[in-house]
Each structure stands twice: as structure tokens, then as C-alpha cells.
């Protein structure tokens, strides 16, 4: 059974600045994980998404994410955000052949002040 | 991108109601799955589904129902509703396939169980 822990409820920053969300699991086998942003009022809606090879995923509107294997993570990052970066952001896992069935982090409130 | 419509929006019901919650998803997707979303547990899976009259148990499945008439339409069913079952439902769908796991969520469905 994969799981997926998301260690900060909510992050703060200023426009313009740079930020970190952090998402660790935890699984034996091979994997993939993803990350889905949720904007108030709205479904999810994916990000990227680490399958294999290049261990650095570049995603939509300048957000990338690293893949380590050796500290099980899989962190989301952005070099300048801009207000409207302000969502929840989920990190999500699942197992090849698994049947497509992702289990979410908890989710990471991100508020950008202007 | 994928079309995931969910009807309705907001429900109210009182303790033991009969509800009934739709989806249906217009990309022809193998799979459909319905979550719920509270505070403090991100999302949870509820049940899911690989094809027209398939069904698979999710992670909280206690006091639901579901059923997959169709490739398009998924619907989630209450027949008992309690309080414990005020929660945002998400729908979703993903193609079949190795790595084509990205879920398409629709916008969510708002219950209240007085």
C-alpha cells in the first residue's frame, strides 16, 4: 500500500517570491506520482507528473518537481508566484497496474500575498 | 481536455434521505471514481469503476452505493443519508493504459445531510 504525507498545511509568501511544497511517500515498488492543483471552488486539476527517466518534471506556468528515490519524495517548486499560484495543491501517488487508482496527500494550502 | 460534469452542484437532504449524485464524462474513459473531499483528510476514494456495469470498493466505502450504466455515466448513491456524509464529492476519469493515469475531475458536488 503506497501513502503519501504532504508536511505543511499551509505556505505563505510574497509575490515574486520562490517556493517549495513538499510531499514524501512511502512504497516499495515502482511508482508515480503527480501533482493536482485546486483552485476555491473548483476540481482538481493535474500539474505533471513523474513516470520515469528524467527525474525533473517541468509542468504548466513555470511550476517543476524533483523525483528522489534515496528520500522517497517528490517536491513541487516555482521560482517567482504570482497571486494567482494561491490554491491547495494535493501530491499524489499510484502503482503501475494499480488501475489508475491515486492516493492524495492531505494538501498544501499555498497563499500568495500581493 | 476532458469534460467531467457533475449535477448537482448543492444537495440538501435531512438524516435517512435517498440521494442521488450524477456524472458523466464525454472523453470515453475506461475509468470513473468518486471521492469525497473534507477538511484535514484531502481526498478519499469512495468507489470506482473500469467500465459500463463495473464496480470496485475504494477506501471509504461504508453507507454508498454506486453503479456505471454507461462508458459516460457514473452516479453515487445515498440511500441512507447521515450527517457523517456532509462532505464536496468529486467525480473523476482517466484513460486505460500504463502511465495514463491522470484524472480529469469534474467541479464537485456540495452535500449537506441535516
Known amino acids: 500500500t503506497q501513502t503519501v504525507s504532504q508536511s505543511d498545511a499551509h505556505v505563505t509568501v510574497f509575490e515574486g517570491d520562490s517556493v517549495e511544497l513538499r510531499c514524501n511517500y512511502s512504497?516499495?515498488?515502482?511508482?508515480?506520482l503527480s501533482w493536482y492543483i485546486q483552485h476555491h471552488g473548483r476540481g482538481l486539476q493535474f500539474l505533471l507528473k513523474?513516470?520515469?527517466?528524467?527525474?525533473v518534471v517541468q509542468g504548466v506556468n513555470g511550476f517543476k518537481a524533483e523525483f528522489s528515490k534515496s528520500d522517497s519524495s517528490f517536491h513541487l517548486r516555482k521560482a517567482s508566484v504570482h497571486w494567482s499560484d494561491s490554491a491547495v495543491y494535493f501530491c499524489?501517488?499510484?502503482?503501475?497496474?494499480?488501475?489508475?487508482?491515486?492516493?492524495f496527500g492531505q494538501g498544501t494550502v499555498l497563499s500568495v500575498i500581493p | 481536455e476532458a469534460a467531467v460534469t457533475q449535477s448537482p452542484r448543492n444537495k440538501v437532504t435531512v438524516t435517512g434521505g435517498n440521494v442521488t449524485l450524477s456524472c458523466r464524462q464525454t472523453?470515453?474513459?475506461?475509468?470513473m471514481y468518486w471521492y469525497r473531499q473534507d477538511t484535514g483528510h484531502g481526498l478519499r476514494l469512495i468507489h470506482y469503476?473500469?467500465?459500463?456495469?463495473?464496480?470496485q470498493i475504494g477506501d471509504v466505502p461504508d453507507g454508498y452505493k454506486a453503479t456505471r450504466t454507461t462508458q459516460e455515466d457514473f452516479f453515487l448513491l445515498l440511500e441512507l443519508a447521515s450527517p457523517s456524509q456532509t462532505s464536496l464529492y468529486f467525480c473523476?476519469?482517466?484513460?486505460?493504459?500504463?502511465?495514463?493515469?491522470?484524472?480529469?475531475f469534474g467541479p464537485g458536488t456540495r452535500l449537506l445531510v441535516l
Open positions: 472523453n470515453s474513459h475506461n475509468y
Open positions: 512504497y516499495g515498488g515502482s511508482i508515480y
Open positions: 513523474y513516470y520515469s527517466g528524467n527525474p
Open positions: 473523476a476519469s482517466s484513460d486505460a493504459g500504463t502511465g495514463e493515469d491522470t484524472q480529469y
Open positions: 499524489a501517488v499510484s502503482a503501475p497496474g494499480g488501475n489508475n487508482k491515486l492516493t
Open positions: 469503476s473500469y467500465g459500463a456495469g463495473n464496480l
